[in-house]
C-alpha cells in the first residue's frame, strides 16, 4: 500500500508542475506582452511600463515562474490589478460558497444515482429498468441552466419555499446558507446523477455476470446476498473515477449555476476577472482549479485501493 501511495503522489507532483508550466505560459507568454493585454490597445506607453515594474514582467521568464510558485506555496497568490486586493482572501470568500455548493451537489448526485442504479440493475430488461432509463436519458439532454430556472419558478416564485438567489452568508446560520444552496445544488446535481446512475447500472450489469459471482450463487448465496457482498464493491471503481470528475466539475464548472442563483462564488470571479483582463487572479483561480481536480484524482486513487485489494498489494 505504501509504494502505492508514493507513486500517486509522485504522479499528483508531476502533474501539477506540468500544469503550473502550461498555465503560467499560456497566460505570460502567448498574449505577447501582459501588461499591454491588461491595460488594452489604448494604454500610454510610461502606464504599460510602470504596470510591467509592478507585475515584475522585467524579471526573467524562469525567475517570474519560480516566484510565482514559490508565492502560491506559501499561500501568497498576489495582488488582483482590478480590486487591489490579495488574490488569496478573494479566493477564500468565493470558497465558502463555490466548495460547499460542489458537496452538497456531489451528495444529491450519490443519494440519487447509487439506488437508482442498483435498482435498475437488479431489473435488467424490466419496464422499471426501462422507465429508470428513459427518466436518466432525460436528466443527461435537460441543461441544468433550463432546470435551474425551472426549480427556481416552482419552489421560488410559486411556492415561496426557497430565494430565488443570493447567499446570506454562513453568518446567517447553517441552515439558512444551506436552504440558499439546495436550488443551485439540485440543478448541478441532476444531469450529473443521471449520467452516474447509468454508470452505476452498467458497471454492476458486467460484474453480476462475472464467474466468480456465479461460483457465489451455486454456493447457496442468493441474487441479493451476491448483489451486496461481492459484485457491488466491484463495481465501484468506474462509478468512483466518475464521482471524481464530477466533484471537478461542479467545483470547476458551476460557473452559470453561480449567475443564475446570482452566487458570489469562484467561478463568478473567474468570469470577471477574464473579462476585466485580470491575469493575475486568471492565472491563480486556473492553477487552483487545476489542483483541486488533480487532488481529487489522487483521492480516487487511493480509493481504488480501498476498494480493490491487489493494488494495495501493489499488483
Keep these: 500500500m505504501g ?40 494604454a500610454q506607453p510610461d502606464t504599460i511600463a510602470a504596470l510591467r515594474e509592478e507585475l515584475g514582467l522585467n524579471e526573467p521568464l524562469a525567475q517570474r515562474y519560480i516566484a510565482w510558485i514559490a508565492g502560491m506555496a506559501t499561500g501568497d497568490f498576489g495582488t488582483s490589478y482590478t480590486y487591489r486586493t490579495a488574490v488569496e482572501g478573494m479566493f477564500a470568500d468565493r470558497l465558502v460558497i463555490s466548495l460547499p455548493l460542489a458537496l452538497y451537489a456531489l451528495t444529491l448526485t450519490v443519494l440519487i444515482a447509487f439506488p437508482v ?44 419555499w426557497f430565494a430565488a438567489g443570493g447567499f446570506p452568508g454562513w453568518d446567517a446560520g447553517f441552515f439558512a446558507g444551506l436552504k440558499a444552496l439546495t436550488l443551485p445544488a439540485v440543478a448541478l ?57 464530477q466533484f471537478s466539475f461542479l467545483l470547476a464548472g458551476g460557473i452559470i449555476i453561480e449567475k443564475v442563483f446570482f452566487l458570489p462564488g469562484l467561478g463568478s470571479l473567474l468570469l470577471q476577472s477574464i473579462s476585466q483582463r485580470d491575469l493575475i487572479v486568471v492565472k491563480s483561480a486556473v492553477m487552483l482549479l487545476v489542483f483541486a481536480v488533480i487532488f481529487v484524482n489522487f483521492l480516487v486513487d487511493l480509493a481504488y485501493a480501498w476498494v480493490d485489494p491487489r493494488l494495495r498489494r501493489g499488483r
Aim: net charge positive.
Design 3 to 42: 509504494i502505492y501511495v508514493v507513486k500517486r503522489i509522485g504522479s499528483l507532483l508531476i502533474s501539477l508542475i506540468i500544469a503550473s508550466v502550461v498555465i503560467f505560459f499560456a497566460l505570460e507568454v502567448v498574449p505577447g506582452d501582459p501588461a499591454s493585454f491588461m491595460l488594452g490597445i489604448n
Design 117 to 160: 442504479g442498483i435498482w435498475a440493475a437488479t431489473r435488467r430488461g424490466s419496464i422499471t429498468d426501462v422507465t429508470v432509463m428513459g427518466a436518466t436519458q432525460l436528466g443527461i439532454a435537460i441543461p441544468n441552466f433550463w432546470f435551474g430556472v425551472m426549480i427556481v419558478i416552482v419552489f421560488a416564485i410559486n411556492l415561496q
Design 189 to 245: 446535481a441532476l444531469p450529473q446523477a443521471s449520467i452516474l446512475a447509468r454508470v452505476m447500472r452498467s458497471s454492476l450489469l458486467d460484474t453480476l455476470g462475472e464467474d466468480y459471482i456465479r461460483t457465489a450463487r451455486a454456493k447457496g448465496l442468493s441474487r441479493r446476498q451476491a448483489l451486496w457482498r461481492h459484485a457491488l464493491r466491484n463495481a465501484l471503481i468506474p462509478v468512483l473515477t466518475i464521482i471524481g470528475l
